[in-house]
């Protein structure tokens, strides 16, 4: 069965812009001040989004129009600075090499296949960045793509050893000033006179990424006990977040700027798949409706009266499953917050004269499914699922003594088989994101007062791009992917005129804390994402 979900039509696309331009005249000597503040040493502190990562992956372009990196030329206008120092890949393809074996992919691209425009891995050049070749010196871009909070202050995260197994960061191992030196130690040692944190993204983002996968860790203040995927716990990431915060002011920056974390719902990663994109119209499950809809209806009067109606959405849906003959159908899913009916389910299917065999099927599949509704959100990778025959579904069923033609029509992702849990955050998931997340923003924002530094609400920025859109001079940026400009191909990090937005919103804040004239970008300058048939 062919893939129900197309990636929408491309239209205008910008190439990557190497050499912007200024809203400003960046002749008029004089013109500009630092106010208040002193930029003369500026270091960012970060992960993916402080370091330039775009497209899926870490590359020169991409690093070169980081927002620190905007920021260090902008500074450069108002007062005499030192270089602005980032660790560099070796090119422009994106992608680590360990040992001279692949350990990343390549940066997207989008490319025009059978199924028409969609990203695809970047093969127009091989990576060559290699983990273990060292390099020396100190850089005022300290963003580390994929850390949390907490591993800004481990020691060993940088250590090459400790790559392999995913005891360290393979981003940071490259340029770690030891083995066991912390990222807040090398951008600290620096001296900084001025300095930005951006961090706590990858604190819930991992776990909404992995579609819930990982554990709410709220409760347990030992992050050596986390896994990767896991929700940090509030205390925890706000001991840490002070501790970066002192340590920063106390080596030197006394002027900085704090931003909070966005919401996933402002994401195009959690919204561009919908809920419910199985269309009638389409030739390969238009015809498939009535034969599934008489399947169901043998487990629905079961499922009704086990479940009922949906406690989130009174009166709106029950746990029944149809699909309909003339409008679009949400997919099935597989939610693990509802109670577990298997054992309950098989019993009224052998009840009902329905062999024990295929009733255990049944109630092991259906156990914990539902069709899902516009309160759930379906991930970015989702796309190239729905639709698709489950193979590992399809051996475990014929395990089960099902033929391979039986295995197959029981296993076609979010039609016959529930999606799994890695391709939609339910809202109990959702929930769980929002709190602590909320959790994190009191803190960055309570300490930006409390210690007289900038705060940027990042979240209300990326809020904008996905309610209407922020206009500039030269269009408009939203959150729409691909043709939204704000978002990069992977849907979560922001392409070139995306940090230089948020570049200007800093800009912007800096001058208004600390009476500086900190000139702004021209957005429109930038590129947004780069359109390539150099792929498989």
Same mark, same amino acid.
């Given at each position: 069965?062919?893939?129900?979900?197309?990636?929408?039509?491309?239209?205008?696309?910008?190439?990557?812009?190497?050499?912007?331009?200024?809203?400003? #005249?960046?002749?008029?000597?004089?013109?500009?001040?630092?106010?208040?503040?002193?930029?003369?040493?500026?270091?960012?502190?970060?992960?993916?989004?402080?370091?330039?990562?775009?497209?899926?992956? /870490?590359?020169?372009?991409?690093?070169?129009?980081?927002?620190?990196?905007? !920021?260090? *030329?902008?500074?450069?206008?108002?007062?005499?600075?030192?270089?602005?120092?980032?660790?560099?890949?070796?090119?422009?393809?994106?992608?680590? /090499?360990?040992?001279?074996?692949?350990?990343?992919?390549?940066?997207?691209?989008?490319?025009?296949?059978?199924?028409?425009?969609?990203?695809?891995?970047?093969?127009?050049?091989?990576?060559?960045?290699?983990?273990?070749?060292?390099l020396?010196?100190?850089?005022?871009?300290?963003?580390?793509?994929?850390?949390?909070?907490? *591993?800004?202050?481990?020691?060993?995260?940088?250590?090459?050893?400790?790559?392999?197994?995913?005891?360290?960061?393979?981003?940071?191992?490259?340029?770690?000033?030891?083995?066991?030196?912390?990222?807040?130690?090398?951008?600290?040692? +620096?001296?900084?006179?001025?300095?930005?944190?951006?961090?706590?993204?990858?604190?819930?983002?991992s776990?909404?990424?992995?579609?819930?996968?990982?554990v709410?860790?709220?409760?347990?203040?030992?992050?050596?006990?986390?896994?990767?995927?896991?929700?940090?716990?509030? +205390?925890?990431?706000?001991?840490?977040?002070m501790?970066?915060?002192?340590?920063?002011?106390?080596?030197?920056?006394?002027?900085?700027?704090?931003?909070?974390?966005?919401?996933?719902?402002?994401?195009?990663?959690?919204?561009?798949?919908?809920?419910?994109?199985?269309?009638?119209?389409?030739?390969?499950?238009?015809?498939m409706?009535?034969?599934?809809?008489?399947?169901?209806?043998?487990?629905? #009067?079961?499922?009704?009266?086990?479940?009922?109606?949906?406690?989130?959405?009174?009166?709106?849906?029950v746990?029944?499953? @149809?699909?309909?003959?003339?409008?679009?159908?949400?997919?099935?899913? *597989?939610?693990?917050?509802?109670?577990?009916?298997?054992?309950?389910?098989?019993?009224?299917?052998?009840?009902?004269?329905?062999?024990?065999?295929?009733?255990?099927?049944?109630?092991?599949?259906?156990?914990?499914?539902?069709?899902?509704?516009?309160?759930?959100?379906?991930?970015?990778?989702?796309?190239?699922?729905?639709?698709?025959?489950?193979?590992?579904?399809?051996?475990?069923?014929?395990?089960?003594?099902?033929?391979?033609?039986?295995?197959? +029509? !029981?296993?076609?992702?979010g039609?016959?088989?529930?999606?799994?849990?890695?391709?939609?955050?339910?809202?109990? @998931?959702? +929930?769980?994101?929002?709190?602590?997340?909320?959790?994190?923003?009191?803190?960055?924002?309570?300490?930006?007062?409390?210690?007289?530094?900038?705060?940027?609400?990042?979240a209300?920025?990326?809020?904008?791009?996905?309610?209407?859109?922020?206009?500039?001079?030269?269009?408009?940026?939203?959150?729409t992917?691909?043709?939204?400009?704000?978002?990069?191909?992977?849907?979560?990090?922001?392409?070139?005129?995306?940090?230089?937005?948020?570049?200007?919103?800093?800009?912007?804040?800096?001058?208004?804390?600390?009476?500086?004239t900190?000139?702004?970008?021209?957005?429109?300058a930038?590129?947004?994402?780069?359109?390539?048939?150099?792929?498989?």
């Open positions: 069965m062919r893939n129900y979900i197309k990636y929408i039509g491309i239209l205008a696309l910008g190439m990557v812009a190497c050499e912007p331009e200024f809203e400003n #005249p960046v002749d008029e000597q004089g013109a500009y001040t630092s106010g208040e503040a002193d930029f003369s040493n500026y270091v960012a502190l970060g992960n993916s989004l402080t370091a330039g990562y775009a497209d899926n992956a /870490l590359y020169i372009t991409g690093q070169q129009n980081s927002y620190p990196n905007i !920021l260090a *030329h902008q500074f450069a206008k108002v007062q005499e600075t030192g270089m602005f120092l980032q660790p560099l890949m070796a090119d422009n393809a994106g992608g680590l /090499l360990l040992n001279g074996n692949q350990i990343a992919g390549t940066r997207l691209v989008l490319a025009v296949g059978a199924n028409g425009p969609a990203p695809m891995n970047y093969t127009g050049s091989q990576p060559t960045t290699e983990v273990l070749n060292k020396t010196g100190s850089f005022n871009n300290m963003g580390v793509p994929g850390a949390k909070s907490f *591993h800004l202050v481990a020691p060993g995260y940088g250590n090459p050893a400790g790559v392999a197994t995913g005891a360290a960061n393979p981003y940071f191992a490259r340029f770690a000033s030891a083995d066991n030196a912390t990222v807040l130690e090398d951008a600290a040692a +620096q001296n900084p006179t001025f300095f930005s944190l951006w961090i706590g993204n990858n604190d819930v983002l776990f909404a990424t992995s579609g819930g996968a990982g709410d860790q709220t409760g347990n203040m030992d992050p050596s006990k986390y896994g990767p995927n896991d929700i940090t716990d509030p +205390q925890v990431f706000g001991s840490v977040y501790n970066l915060v002192n340590a920063m002011i106390a080596a030197g920056a006394e002027e900085g700027v704090l931003l909070n974390i966005p919401n996933v719902t402002d994401v195009p990663f959690f919204t561009t798949v919908p809920h419910a994109p199985l269309s009638p119209a389409n030739s390969s499950f238009g015809p409706i009535p034969t599934l809809n008489a399947t169901f209806a043998q487990l629905n #009067p079961a499922l009704t009266a086990l479940r009922g109606v949906s406690e989130e959405t009174p009166g709106e849906s746990y029944s499953i @149809e699909f309909s003959a003339s409008a679009a159908s949400p997919v099935l899913i *597989h939610d693990e917050s509802l109670p577990n009916i298997s054992e309950q389910l098989t019993e009224v299917l052998v009840n009902n004269g329905m062999d024990r065999g295929l009733a255990t099927i049944y109630g092991m599949q259906y156990g914990q499914a539902r069709q899902a509704t516009a309160q759930d959100l379906l991930v970015l990778t989702s796309s190239g699922a729905i639709g698709q025959v489950n193979t590992q579904r399809v051996a475990a069923l014929m395990a089960m003594g099902l033929t391979q033609e039986q295995a197959g +029509q !029981l296993s076609v992702n039609v016959t088989y529930p999606m799994e849990d890695k391709f939609v955050l339910v809202p109990s @998931e959702i +929930q769980a994101i929002n709190t602590a997340r909320t959790a994190y923003n009191q803190i960055i924002q309570q300490l930006a007062e409390s210690k007289g530094l900038t705060f940027v609400d990042a209300a920025i990326l809020e904008e791009t996905a309610g209407g859109g922020i206009t500039f001079d030269g269009g408009v940026l939203t959150s992917f691909a043709t939204g400009g704000a978002f990069s191909l992977d849907g979560v990090h922001l392409t070139p005129r995306g940090y230089a937005l948020v570049a200007n919103r800093i800009i912007e804040a800096i001058n208004s804390t600390y009476d500086a900190v000139p702004k970008v021209n957005i429109g930038y590129g947004t994402i780069t359109p390539s048939q150099d792929v498989n």
